[in-house]
C-alpha cells in the first residue's frame, strides 16, 4: 500500500532521525494502540521503530532486538513458507518492501534464530509512504499474528485426514472439491487426483440420492444438507449404498461444506442375506412333507400353515389364519393346548411331546408336537412341528397284542421268534431315557428273564427269590416304565436295548 504526504516538516535527510519526522510521528501515534503489529522501516534499511504487539509476535521487549537494519533482522529470525520452503534473500518481505514494493498478504512461519521449529505465523502486508516527489519516505510491515489460527486449522487438517469416518470437503465459492479423507477413499476406491478439483455437479455424490434436488439447494444456499441415503457408482462399475449428509463450515475465512458418510452397504448385505434366508425358510416350510404351523409367540395366533398341515387335518388357510389352536379346536382338549402355550412361553421350546390333534373331520390323530421359538421378519414366532404316528401307534398294540397272545403258550413258540417280533420297532441307541435309570439292579435283571418268557415262578427259581417277591418286582417295573402287560415289557425291553437278546443290550450290561 502507497501513501503519498503532502510536506515533510523540517528533516532534510532519510537517516535513523528520520522517525522525528512529521510523517514518522504521525504514523507511530496512529499504530501505538493497534493490535496489528507494526514494524517503520527507514529507505536506508534501518529498523526505525515497532509497536508492542510487533515486538511480542517476536518474543522481544525492544526495536533493537528486532534487529538495527534489515540485514540483522534476516539473521536474527528465520522465515520459510507454510509448505516448509525457506524465504530465499530478496523475497523476505521486509527486504520486499525495502523495495518499495507494494502487497497485500503473505503467510510466512518465523522462529528465532537457531530454533528447530516455527514458533509463530505471521500474515504480512506492507505500507509504502511517499513524499509528494513519489519516493519512498518511510515504510511499514504490518503483520498479524496468525499462529492460533494455523495451529487450529491445523489440527483440523490432521482430525481430518485421520478420521476414519468418510468426508469431503467442498468449497461453496465455486462448489469444487478440495479435501477428501482417506475414510472415503478406502470406502470406495477413488484416487484422490479423481475428486479433488472437480465440481459436487461432476463428481455427484447426490446422483441417485433419496432428494438431490433439496441437496444441490443446500449446497447452493450455503445451508445444512440433512441426512439422506445415496447410492455412489464405484470406479470398479459397482455401487455402495451409504447415508450423506453436509454441514458448512469456514476455513480460511472461507466457506466450505463439510460433507460426512456412513457406510450402509454391510446393512444392506445383511438385509439381503435374511431376505434370502426366509425366502428358503418359506420355501422348506411349503414343501416339508411333516405338518407345520408357525403362530405368533404372544397369542399364539396362526400366521401360516403348509399343506401338509392342511392335508393331514383338513383345514385350510383362509379358515386357519389368524385363529388360536384352541378357537380352531385343534387340540384335544383346551388343557393341552393351555399346556403347550405355557411351556413355550417359559423355556421357548419343547421336543417330541406327545399329544392327541382333532382334524376338522372331528378324527384325533396321535402325534408327536415339537416347537421353537424363531425370528422371522423381525417379529418373535413359534415353529410347530406335527408328525402324525396314529398308524404307528396302532402298529404298536397290534404288536403288542400278538405278542402277548403267543406268551400265552411260549412252550410251543420259540424264543427266537418272540424276540424277531419285539425287535421290529428297536429305537436308535442313544441316552439311557428317564424310565431305564430309574429301574435297580435287580429290576433289570427281572426285566430280562421276563423277556425270555418265563413265568413268576420261572423267574423265582431262575433268580433265587420268593413268587410274592417276583411279583413286587414286576409291578415296580411295570409302574416305571408305564406299561400294565407282560407283553408290553418285552416291546418296551426290546425298544431300549435292555432285552438279553436285543443287539444294543451289550451297553446295558454294566446293569447287571
Wanted: hydrophobic share 40%.
Amino acid at each position: 500500500m502507497d501513501v503519498v504526504l503532502g510536506g515533510r516538516g523540517n528533516v532534510t535527510d532519510h537517516s535513523a532521525a528520520s522517525l522525528r519526522s512529521t510523517s514518522a510521528n504521525v504514523l507511530r501515534e496512529i499504530v501505538v494502540g493497534l493490535t496489528e503489529g507494526v514494524i517503520l522501516i527507514d529507505p536506508d534499511q534501518t529498523l526505525l521503530w515497532a509497536n508492542a504487539a510487533a515486538l511480542d509476535m517476536h518474543g522481544v521487549l525492544s526495536t533493537d532486538e528486532l534487529g538495527p537494519t534489515v540485514s540483522d533482522y534476516r539473521e536474527r529470525f528465520q522465515l520459510r513458507y507454510r509448505n516448509n520452503h525457506p524465504v530465499e534473500p530478496g523475497g523476505d518481505p521486509i527486504e520486499r518492501v525495502v523495495g518499495g514494493e507494494a502487497f497485500s498478504e503473505v503467510i510466512v512461519e518465523v522462529a528465532r534464530a537457531g530454533a528447530a521449529e516455527p514458533e509463530w505465523v505471521h500474515k504480512i502486508r506492507s505500507l509504502v509512504i511517499r513524499d509528494e516527489n513519489g519516493a519512498p519516505e518511510c515504510l511499514a510491515l504490518i503483520l498479524q499474528d496468525a499462529s492460533l489460527r494455523f495451529e487450529a486449522e491445523e489440527r483440523f487438517e490432521r482430525a481430518f485426514g485421520a478420521n476414519p469416518a468418510p468426508a469431503l470437503i467442498c468449497r461453496l465459492s465455486d462448489q469444487r472439491f478440495v479435501k477428501v479423507n482417506q475414510g472415503f477413499l478406502d470406502m470406495t476406491g477413488f484416487e484422490r487426483e479423481a475428486i479433488v478439483g472437480r465440481s459436487v455437479f461432476d463428481f455427484d455424490i447426490f446422483a441417485n440420492a433419496t432428494d438431490r434436488k433439496l441437496a444441490k439447494e443446500r449446497i447452493v444456499e450455503g445451508r445444512p444438507v440433512p441426512q439422506m441415503e445415496s447410492e455412489l457408482d464405484l470406479p470398479d462399475g459397482t455401487s455402495k449404498l451409504v447415508i450423506v449428509a453436509g454441514q458448512p463450515i469456514e476455513v480460511n475465512d472461507e466457506d466450505y461444506m463439510l460433507f460426512t458418510f456412513a457406510d450402509l452397504e454391510p446393512r444392506r448385505k445383511a438385509e439381503r442375506l435374511a431376505r434370502q434366508s426366509e425366502q428358503r425358510f418359506a420355501h422348506a416350510f411349503r414343501m416339508a412333507p411333516v405338518a407345520m404351523v408357525v403362530t405368533s409367540l404372544k397369542g399364539h395366533e396362526i400366521i401360516d400353515a403348509n399343506r401338509a398341515f392342511n392335508s393331514m387335518t383338513g383345514h385350510d388357510d383362509e379358515a386357519t389364519v389368524g385363529l388360536r389352536p384352541g378357537e380352531l379346536a385343534f387340540w384335544d382338549t383346551p388343557a393341552t393346548c393351555r399346556r403347550f402355550e405355557q411351556v413355550i412361553e417359559a423355556s421357548g421350546g419343547l421336543h417330541n411331546a406327545d399329544a392327541k390333534v382333532r382334524t376338522k373331520a372331528g378324527d384325533v390323530l396321535d402325534c408327536l408336537v415339537s416347537a421353537a421359538a424363531i425370528t422371522v421378519e423381525d417379529d418373535p414366532r413359534v415353529l410347530w412341528v406335527i408328525q402324525d404316528i396314529t398308524e404307528r401307534r396302532h402298529s404298536e398294540l397290534e404288536l403288542v397284542t400278538a405278542i402277548e397272545t403267543v406268551m400265552k403258550d411260549a412252550s410251543w413258540f420259540s424264543h427266537s421268534i418272540v424276540a424277531t417280533l419285539a425287535n421290529l420297532r428297536v429305537q436308535p441307541l442313544g441316552t439311557p431315557p428317564r424310565e431305564v435309570a430309574a429301574l435297580t439292579k435287580r429290576e433289570i435283571e427281572v426285566l430280562r428273564v421276563i423277556c425270555e418268557g418265563l413265568g413268576d415262578a420261572q423267574i423265582a427259581d431262575r433268580l433265587s427269590m420268593s413268587p410274592n417277591t417276583v411279583r413286587n418286582h414286576v409291578a415296580r417295573i411295570y409302574a416305571k416304565i408305564g406299561v400294565n402287560r407282560r407283553g408290553a415289557v418285552v416291546v418296551w425291553a426290546h425298544e431300549h436295548g435292555l432285552a438279553s437278546n436285543s443287539p444294543s443290550s451289550q451297553i446295558n450290561k454294566p446293569l447287571k
